[in-house]
């Protein structure tokens, strides 16, 4: 392009030599006709204009082609001239290193280093322009550089001559490292994407605490207008427990409404302390069997050696509650498994179930929010979602496998300080649990 507006410049230059000579020779053919006539100044007027006309003009093509090359070093457009068919491309510098000069390259040399599918577009745009079907290129592609580093570079092109035959034969254009726009529009889509994700968590939120919350309400409101109407021990007895039962699991949803808040936040608590595992193990195992109420057996498979560990009891009980309300939940008969010990990392809690199984379809989504095995089932679907992220939030990792009819199971690992139990402490702990 630089090379185009040189050739302009010289032109104009030839130009403005001829119409001076021309006019120079018409002003002394006249002179030398009139010799009587006086003011020299008078017959000048005409070529001193001219000649001031013809400088203006050539400041302007200075100024444009000043502008034109700090518009292209400023948005780092370096500019080439294909030749068709000699296939060779000719720089205007360097693109990688920013050099000056001119560069030619092989054309098959070059696009050898633009990965294949983008190589192939390229190639059907030369192809379209041959062809007649477009003017212009205009294509993004991904570049190997000598670092064997990949660029985003966009290539620009307009046909500059045709051969005799009408065909184009040079091209001329520019090429344009384009990293910083790529990496700004893989942003947009990170953004856009995590929009629409939190205004369907949003959507999926409203939709399951209408449900939710307004079971146990209703439930609570209901049994406690009945209780004031009845004199029956028994059935105010009755009616009691199941209020107490649905402010639990109303006391459930609001908790667990305030952890994915937190987590929403990037804010977690953790206060890690020492503790006895065996004892954690045991306290929720027997939480889990008066909720049993016999018609499952909740069987614990303990390590040779107790241990005490450091890490936060409030979320670790947390998780393993979780893991045994989920088993109960979908568990009708057979028995619910808690194995765990100590690992190289830390501990290992592990929940086996014989219930009803979750499909497979299912299983990529169940760490999901809202996410339920089926509708049936009371909970809002954010139980696993939080286990997940306080397990990642402590380091840890969360796992599930599970096979229809058959059972699931669902493990937890958490690094963290270990130290052997005292041998009576553990013994008492087990004595106590079985008695």
């Known amino acids: 392009m630089t090379y185009i507006l040189y050739l302009i410049t010289l032109f104009a230059f030839i130009v403005s030599l001829i119409a001076a000579v021309y006019y120079f020779r018409k002003y002394n053919k006249i002179r030398n006709r009139l010799p009587d006539i006086d003011g020299e100044e008078e017959l000048m007027k005409p070529y001193n204009l001219?000649?001031?006309?013809?400088?203006?003009?050539?400041?302007q093509l200075k100024q444009q082609s000043l502008q034109h090359h700090l518009l292209v070093k400023a948005i780092k457009l370096k500019l080439w001239k294909w030749d068709l068919k000699r296939k060779e491309i000719i720089w205007e510098g360097n693109l990688e290193k920013g050099e000056q000069g001119t560069v030619v390259v092989d054309v098959d040399e070059h696009l050898s280093h633009v990965l294949p599918e983008y190589r192939k577009r390229i190639y059907e745009a030369i192809d379209g322009l041959e062809k007649g079907c477009s003017?212009?290129?205009?294509?993004?592609?991904?570049?190997?550089?000598?670092?064997?580093?990949?660029s985003w570079r966009n290539i620009y092109g307009i046909i500059y001559e045709y051969d005799e035959g009408g065909k184009p034969a040079i091209l001329i254009g520019g090429t344009q490292?384009?990293?910083?726009?790529k990496k700004l529009e893989s942003d947009l889509r990170k953004a856009k994407d995590k929009a629409e994700e939190a205004n369907r968590l949003k959507t999926a939120f409203l939709a399951n605490m209408s449900h939710e919350i307004?079971?146990?309400?209703n439930a609570i409101v209901g049994f406690s207008s009945i209780l004031a109407d009845t004199e029956d021990i028994a059935e105010k007895k009755e009616?009691?427990?199941?209020?107490?039962?649905?402010?639990?699991?109303?006391?459930?949803?609001?908790?667990?409404?305030?952890?994915?808040?937190?987590?929403e936040a990037g804010y977690i608590d953790l206060h890690p302390t020492w503790f006895c595992l065996?004892?954690?193990?045991?306290?929720?195992?027997?939480?889990?069997?008066?909720?049993?109420?016999?018609?499952l057996d909740i069987r614990i498979h303990k390590p040779g050696q107790g241990y005490m560990?450091?890490?936060?009891?409030?979320?670790?009980?947390?998780?393993?509650?979780n893991f045994l309300s989920n088993a109960l939940k979908h568990t009708q008969e057979g028995y619910i498994d808690i194995t765990y010990g100590v690992t190289e990392q830390g501990i290992e809690i592990k929940v086996t179930d014989t219930g009803c199984g979750i499909p497979q379809d299912k299983l990529p989504v169940i760490f999901e929010r809202f996410?339920?095995?089926?509708?049936?089932?009371?909970?809002?679907?954010?139980?696993?979602?939080?286990?997940?992220?306080?397990?990642?939030?402590?380091?840890?990792?969360?796992?599930?496998?599970?096979?229809?009819?058959?059972?699931?199971?669902?493990?937890?690992?958490?690094?963290?300080s270990t130290a052997p139990t005292p041998k009576l402490y553990k013994e008492k702990l087990i004595d106590n649990f079985y008695s």
């Open 309 to 321: 560990v450091e890490l936060d009891t409030k979320r670790v009980k947390q998780i393993l509650n």
């Open 214 to 217: 307004r079971t146990p309400l």
């Open 239 to 263: 009616f009691c427990n199941l209020i107490n039962h649905n402010n639990a699991l109303l006391l459930k949803i609001v908790d667990d409404i305030l952890d994915i808040s937190k987590i």
């Open 371 to 416: 996410e339920k095995v089926d509708s049936f089932t009371q909970g809002v679907g954010l139980g696993l979602p939080i286990c997940k992220s306080i397990a990642e939030c402590m380091g840890g990792s969360i796992g599930l496998t599970s096979e229809v009819g058959v059972g699931t199971t669902v493990w937890v690992t958490l690094p963290c």
């Open 177 to 181: 490292i384009i990293d910083e726009r």
């Open 278 to 295: 065996s004892d954690l193990i045991m306290e929720s195992a027997t939480e889990y069997r008066m909720k049993a109420a016999g018609r």
């Open 135 to 150: 003017k212009l290129i205009d294509e993004e592609f991904l570049y190997q550089n000598a670092d064997n580093t990949l």
């Open 50 to 59: 001219l000649m001031q006309e013809l400088e203006q003009k050539q400041q």
